[in-house]
DNA sequence: TAATCGTGGAG
DNA sequence: TCTCCAAGATT
């Protein structure tokens, strides 16, 4: 695009934007904290699903300060469900961060901010720009399918290595007086027009600018590398009960469900039954010795690079005391109490099952 | 750089 | 059922 027709751009976009755009609960405000908040959950999440989550979320932890003397457990509990619970952790630490150096006030200026645990180059530009009104531009999935129709960019989307280039073709194009409006019209018009299957050109206030629509190759925009396989693992869990409550084990702080409580268990290993798997790992990593009594439920779920296979018992107990290995924590709860703490999604599926009656004999 | 990190919607 | 991919950050 000819850099005389900018301009032009900038308005047409922001005018479709004054009539098009959507009434989410974070457009209700100027708190860069809550702004903050929105843009976490909006990683990688679509708008439709944090919608529920962002309106429990500013009820329960209405201000930086409240979050930021919230326990890590109630924050989690919040974002259970949600998904990708770093960005849960990484915001309640960046909260007391900025408690402590900042007096309880956002930063409004890109070396502080950007800083902060779980603050990207995204989430930097989108709260400076949408809360404080700072020139910078965000450069998210939408806004790289966007540009690469616009500008018929070949770089692939899904390439580190395209970044910068995507970054400086929206820091060209933004509209620097309203850098907070534009980059959300931005967004906005790649959620609801210019979206990856069947784009809708004809409602397109950009589209006498997009040069993917004026060759006809719409279609073969934005690029992007094939992705790898994703491996299948099988593993067994255990509901150990034991005088009317079950174990459940907290998970290693860091890493893959960070924080989170579920029932023990592991990978199946070579050649090994689902049964024997439960009975050992259970052994493994809480010492204890269990009984298995019935097969409860087989369980598959997809996370973020693997997708797994979850062969579910109930167990009783019969020896040992728990000594942990592995493991951060561990207690014996009331399956009403369940529901206080934080499981991930592949547990909650069968958590409901728990309150029913024991079925057949493994 | 590329792998890791969840879950749900949509085709 | 499978794949894509969604207001990305971290290591």
Redo the contacts with the bound molecule.
């Keep these: 695009m000819n850099p005389a027709d900018a301009p032009l751009f900038r308005r047409r976009l922001l005018e479709w934007y004054q009539r098009r755009q959507r009434p ?1 609960p974070w457009r209700k405000t100027h708190d860069p904290y809550r702004i903050w908040v ?2 976490v959950m ?8 944090v919608q529920p989550y962002y309106v429990r979320f500013i009820k329960r932890f209405p201000t930086l300060r409240r979050l930021a003397g919230a326990d890590l457990q109630d924050v989690l509990k919040q974002w259970e ?6 960005r849960a952790r ?1 915001l309640h630490r960046a909260c007391t961060i900025v408690l402590k150096q900042h007096g309880g006030r956002v930063p409004d200026t890109w070396g502080p901010f950007r800083v902060l ?8 530009a ?1 709260v400076l720009s949408i809360a404080f009104n700072r020139p910078h531009a965000v450069v ?3 806004v790289k ?1 966007l540009l690469a129709r616009l500008l018929t960019l070949t770089a692939p989307v899904n ?3 395209s970044h910068r280039l995507f970054q400086e073709q929206a820091a060209r194009l933004l509209d620097r007086r309203r850098s907070g409006d534009f980059n ?1 019209a931005m ?2 018009l ?2 609801l027009v210019c979206t ?2 069947s784009p809708q050109c004809p409602l397109c206030p950009l589209v006498r600018f997009c040069a993917a629509h004026r060759s006809g190759a719409t279609a073969r925009f934005p690029r ?1 590398v ?5 491996p299948e693992i099988e593993a067994a869990v255990g509901v150990v009960f034991k005088n009317g409550r079950v174990l459940i084990t907290q998970r290693p702080a860091q ?4 924080g989170l409580w579920e029932f023990p268990g592991g990978k199946l290993r070579e050649g090994e039954g689902p049964a024997a798997a439960c009975v050992r790992e259970i052994k493994e990593e809480v010492n204890l010795e269990v009984v298995v009594e019935s097969a409860l439920a087989q369980v598959r ?5 693997f997708r797994i296979r979850l062969h579910v018992f109930r167990c009783r107990y019969a020896a040992g005391r728990v000594r942990r290995s592995g493991p951060a924590a561990h207690r014996w709860v009331r399956l009403a109490d369940l529901d206080r703490f934080a499981f ?3 547990n909650r599926k069968f958590i409901p099952l728990l309150s029913r009656r024991p079925k057949a004999e493994v």
């Excluded at 909006?42 to 699903?49: A, D, E, G, H, M």
């Design positions: 989410l929105s843009e909006l990683q990688q999440t679509q708008v439709k699903t469900g949600l998904g990708y619970y770093a990484n645990p779980g603050v990207g180059d995204y989430i930097a989108a998210d999935g939408n399918r390439r580190a290595a959300q967004m906005e790649g959620a990856p299957s992007r094939a992705s790898r396989p994703v890493g893959l469900l960070g779920h997809a996370y973020s690079h991930p999604k592949a």
